[in-house]
């Protein structure tokens, strides 16, 4: 027992929102020491081996403007992961760059999960985490850490369903006594937005966008109710007949079409949600509403359309982008919640 609180106090302990997207880092006592796209870039050599040169926001600016030996990659697709040596890689990265000077004793690392990853998914995270350098690996699903993040109630007998759109995926989630009732995880999120625009382009001007500038205009112009004034802006890609650069003039609206195909999908699920969950738990939602989280919440309008369609509140999470990571911290800091909720990998 005196052991444990000391090696409380010497170890640097940390939690680790492990995105498609983006990876965060809280470290105990200190808050969110990293916030970082998931991607890495790696060149490769004549005989085939594998060096990091880049990792982060860095790497992401390298996405689709290296030479050919350089590649920028997202080790994590669709929720899961695609490439684990590179995952191990971008943990490391994570893990030093968080506990630097000072600790004594190897961190205790708490890693949030897609609630839809395999249990060999789960063992590669685990030891990913421990050849990284963590004493103790604990994991926690993503949707329960979401929710403790936003600061659901979750140990009650009620039913809180929180709906976290990432970027590879969007989980729906009900939780009641610390515990999953019912999910359901689609493999939609920000980054099948990205791809719809890119395809409706593609369709309708015969127009090929970048990924990284497709991601741009949905943040600034995606919107999930057309409703005001039609936004129009121009943006630069190549025209595919052809193949020379091109400027092609595009609106609201009809950005507005392209992401109604992933933006339906992630309807159809919470409306599936609210089906399967029980009568006594879904009750609870009339007053206390969904939840969002995740960057895809923040999608102009998301809020209102869901709202339309389920006639229920809806509460878009202050800081969507960080509640999973603080979720975790706080479980971190509390070890009842942290039995509760996490399980201990070894
Ligand atoms: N203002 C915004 N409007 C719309 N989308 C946004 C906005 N800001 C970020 N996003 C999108 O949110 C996604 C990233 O969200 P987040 O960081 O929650 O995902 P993640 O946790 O890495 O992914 P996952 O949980 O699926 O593994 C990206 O697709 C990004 O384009
Ligand atoms: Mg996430």
Known sequence: MVINSFARMISNDLSIDLGTANTLVYLKGKGIVAEEPSVVAIKEGPRGERKIIAVGKEAKMMLGRTPETIVAVRPLKDGVIADFEITEHLLKHFIKKATTKRSLLRPRIIISVPSGITPVERRAVIESATTAGAREVYLIDEPIAAAIGVGLPISEPSGNMIVDIGGGTTEV??????????????????????????????????????????????????????????????????????????????????????????????????????????????????????????????????????????????????????????????????????????????
Request: proline residues 4%; glycine residues 8%.
């Open 173 to 346: 989630a009900v939780i009641s006594m610390n515990g999953i009732v019912y999910a359901e995880s689609i493999k939609v999120g920000g980054d099948k937005m990205d791809e719809a625009i890119i395809q409706y382009l593609k369709r309708k001007y015969n127009f090929l966008l970048g990924e990284s500038s497709a991601e741009k205009l949905k943040m600034e112009m995606g919107t999930a109710l057309v409703e005001g004034e039609i936004k129009t802006t121009e943006i630069k890609g190549r025209d595919l007949v052809s193949g020379i650069p091109k400027t092609q003039t595009i609106n609201s609206i009809e950005i507005n079409e392209a992401l109604s195909i992933p933006i339906d999908m992630i309807i159809e699920t919470i409306r599936r949600s609210l089906e399967n969950t029980p009568p006594e738990l879904s009750s609870d939602f009339l007053d206390k509403g969904i939840v969002l989280s995740g960057g895809g919440s923040m999608i102009k309008n998301l809020d209102r359309l869901i709202k339309k369609e389920t006639n229920l509140p809806i509460i878009v999470a202050e800081n969507p982008l960080t509640v999973v990571v603080l979720g975790c911290g706080r479980a971190l800091d509390d070890p009842d919640l942290l039995k509760q909720v996490a399980v201990l990998g070894r």
